[in-house]
């Protein structure tokens, strides 16, 4: 069993969502093969390799709004499996796109089997997640090809940056909203649908859904700073050594273009223009963004956009679930610490 997003307060709670938690993970391992066995290895590499499994999670917790009767429902584990056969197909294509040499901790797919064949595994677990999709409706597969088109047009806009006149930092802001929220609102939103929580509460959380994928690319980006290799897995500074504009380096880029840089700012731009490579290289600017207070200002935007996830709940009544959904973002960012 892949580790768990997060661990919640409620022992019981906790306890009810690994219990499901660990069929959806059966039915993943069924999910990713099927094929002849030198396929099969290449589309289950990546559930193999681990995982947190937080949009399963979600659609389970969100389905605590829902008849007790159907929080564990086909429909409802379905729909989780849906959602992470969903983001498994865009890893393999990520990976393509970035070079990546590694992901959770084992080599990435290209770099075993090539790119032509990662994009296809990625395409074939797409395709299953369509073809499991189709069991619970046409509303269903409606929102899964309109969360697809967003996950895609996500990183389309990235590829091609903000024009010239665009806020870096919106613009940046909107693309986590496109390639990393859209499918976790879509998670949060199956989850009351699939349990019958209604219309309107599937509104409520595919919003806090949204606001909350974007809480967790942010600290993500601090942690790409921030993390000890030993416990992430992760060598720091990896976006800056492959050219990503993270949020911390888009805050010093405004911050000079609006004059209000500070020598130390400045001196990080000059770094980020050296060839970073050279692990040396790469460690000194990594060493200078954690000591400047862009990267605690990063840090308070991943906060902020998890206190308005949770803002959106107030709407809803007060319940386990919804201390758990309040729980579940915080636990998201609380990563940086």
Not at 5 to 21: F, I, N, P, R, W
Not at 95 to 119: E, F, K
Not at 122 to 135: E, I, N, P, T, Y
Not at 304 to 318: N, R
Request: charged fraction near 25%.
């Amino acid at each position: 069993m892949s580790q768990t997003a997060v661990t919640l307060k409620s022992a019981d709670l906790q306890s009810e969502l690994e219990e499901a938690l660990e069929e959806v993970e059966r039915r993943l391992r069924d999910s990713v093969v099927g094929a002849r066995g030198l396929v099969d290895d290449l589309t289950a590499h990546l559930m193999a390799a681990g995982g947190k499994r937080m949009r399963p999670m979600l659609v389970l917790l969100c389905a605590q709004l829902g008849s007790p009767s159907r929080r564990s429902a086909n429909d409802v584990l379905d729909a989780a499996v849906v959602v992470e056969l969903t983001h498994l197909a865009t890893l393999y294509h990520d990976d393509v796109m970035d070079s990546a040499p590694s992901r959770r901790g084992a080599p990435a797919a290209q770099r075993i089997w090539g790119n032509n064949r990662a994009i296809l595994a990625g395409d074939v677990l797409f395709s299953r997640a369509s073809r499991r999709v189709a069991k619970l409706g046409p509303e269903a597969v409606a929102q899964h090809a309109t969360t697809f088109e967003r996950l895609c047009m996500g990183q389309l806009n990235e590829t091609f940056g903000p024009a010239e006149d665009e806020d870096a930092v919106a613009f940046y802001l909107q693309v986590l909203a496109d390639k990393t929220g859209s499918l976790v609102a879509q998670s949060a939103r199956y989850g009351a649908e699939m349990s019958g929580a209604g219309p309107e509460v599937a509104n409520y959380v595919a919003e806090y859904g949204e606001k909350v994928g974007v809480a967790f690319q942010i600290a993500d980006d601090v942690i790409d700073l921030a993390s000890d290799p030993k416990t992430s897995g992760k060598t720091p500074g990896t976006d800056l050594r492959e050219g990503v504009d993270t949020l911390p380096t888009l805050l010093l880029k405004a911050q000079a273009a609006n004059g209000e840089i500070d020598e130390a700012g400045e001196r990080i731009l000059h770094l980020l223009e050296q060839d970073l490579s050279d692990d040396a290289a790469l460690a000194e600017v990594v060493s200078a963004l954690r000591e400047h207070p862009v990267l605690e200002q990063t840090r308070q935007m991943a906060r902020e956009w998890a206190a308005e996830a949770k803002q959106i709940l107030d709407a809803l009544p007060k319940s386990d679930a919804h201390a758990a959904l309040c729980e579940f973002a915080d636990l998201l960012v609380d990563r940086m610490s």
